[in-house]
């Protein structure tokens, strides 16, 4: 993980939405900051921590964030994090944030990007599994 606070950032965003497995490897000193930071972006992924891969003491633990950060109380060694991808598209997760805003926020998100009026409601009732008339009549009220 990168130790800069920016690319660290952009680093844990990346993960939070990866499709596949992620494998990060981390030494002992750092592992309770990068659990930490992990915590933050991807909530209760299951995660499997490896400590001293392929050497005598080879020793895994898998469960939540929380959880392992519970039983790592001293951590000595070189660990792997293991994590399971993320379960929703890129796509998805966008579409979930467009929906938390309101419809106004929606509609000037689609306006930003260029799109006519029409364009628009079609795509805001679709994004929000409604029907474009809804839509159109919340748009005439705003």
């Known amino acids: ?18 499709e596949r497995t992620t494998i990060l490897y981390e030494a002992p000193h750092k592992l309770s900051q990068t659990l930490e930071d992990l915590r933050k972006y991807i909530n209760n ?12 003491h080879e020793e895994y633990k898998s469960g939540t964030i929380e959880e392992l950060q519970k039983e790592i109380i001293n951590p000595k060694g070189e660990y792997v994090i293991i994590i ?9 997760l966008q579409k ?9 926020e929606h509609y000037k998100y689609y ?14 009732a679709k994004d929000r599994n409604v029907s474009k008339n809804e839509i159109y009549i919340k748009c005439l009220k705003a």
């Open 1 to 18: 993980m990168p130790q800069n606070n920016k690319n660290r950032k952009e680093k844990l965003e990346k993960i939070q939405r990866e």
């Open 111 to 124: 306006e930003q990007k260029g799109l006519e009026k029409k364009e628009i409601i079609k795509q805001i």
């Open 45 to 56: 992924r299951k995660v499997v921590l490896a400590k001293e891969l392929t050497k005598i």
């Open 96 to 104: 979930e944030q467009l929906n938390q805003k309101s419809i106004e």
């Open 84 to 92: 399971e991808k993320c379960e929703k598209t890129e796509k998805e």
